[in-house]
């Protein structure tokens, strides 16, 4: 099946150490971002909540102290929901590299161009504002999880990951209009990658290299749908 096949190529290219230094590279500053917003967090509430409060049952207690390390212990738990947004945002600063390899790697004759600065701005922006909603929505919806709302949720996150990431992998060789078609007449396929994505980053501390992942098994979904890996390609390109 071609998406299961992007897919597991993808997840093959992430271990080729030319791809690797990336993942680690994104998760180094995911996690120095999390070390210093924790730390900032503590600083804030240390010197500036009030330092003593009166419990009923409990008595007098440093209210800084307690809010401080209360912060401290519970911030591993929200970073288990804010880590994907956040790698997604330093994937934006790798994506186009992960895919320039691995056409480097797979595609060396069908390699694409790098978007524009302003470019690719907007297209990291709309990947972490994607990643962000899934994460948003899920903790919305999981006190009301009902039969359907798995279908739903990962329905509707699968055709917005899967437009945004494949958008980005085939606008490095068309133009915009080109690749709306292009993803449209492909529309199951991509939805479904996208779906696959979604619940991979529902997952905690796996969803950490999924955004990578993702740009690498999209662009090998755009070549292999556009049939750019031979002479033969079906698909202009611009």
Known sequence: MTVLRALALG???????????LVLAGLGLTL??????QALIFWLIRHFVPGEATLPWIGRID??????????ALFPLLGIFLMAPVAAGFAGLFTDQVA??????????????????????????AVVAAVLLVTVVSLILTPFAGPLTPILFFGANGWLLGREFFQMAARRHMDGAAAT???????????LAGALVAVALSIPLVNIAVPLLAAAAFTHLFHLISGSDGPDSRYARG
């Open 32 to 37: 120095l971002l999390f070390l210093a917003l």
């Open 100 to 125: 320039d390899r691995v056409e480097d790697i797979h595609y060396p004759a069908r390699r694409g161009r790098a978007p524009d600065f302003l470019d690719g701005v907007l297209e990291s922006l």
């Open 63 to 72: 209210l800084g102290d307690t809010l401080s390390w209360g912060a401290l």
């Open 181 to 191: 078609a292009l993803r449209q007449a492909n529309a199951g396929q991509v939805t």
């Open 11 to 21: 997840w093959a290219d992430l271990l080729r150490p030319r791809i690797l230094s």
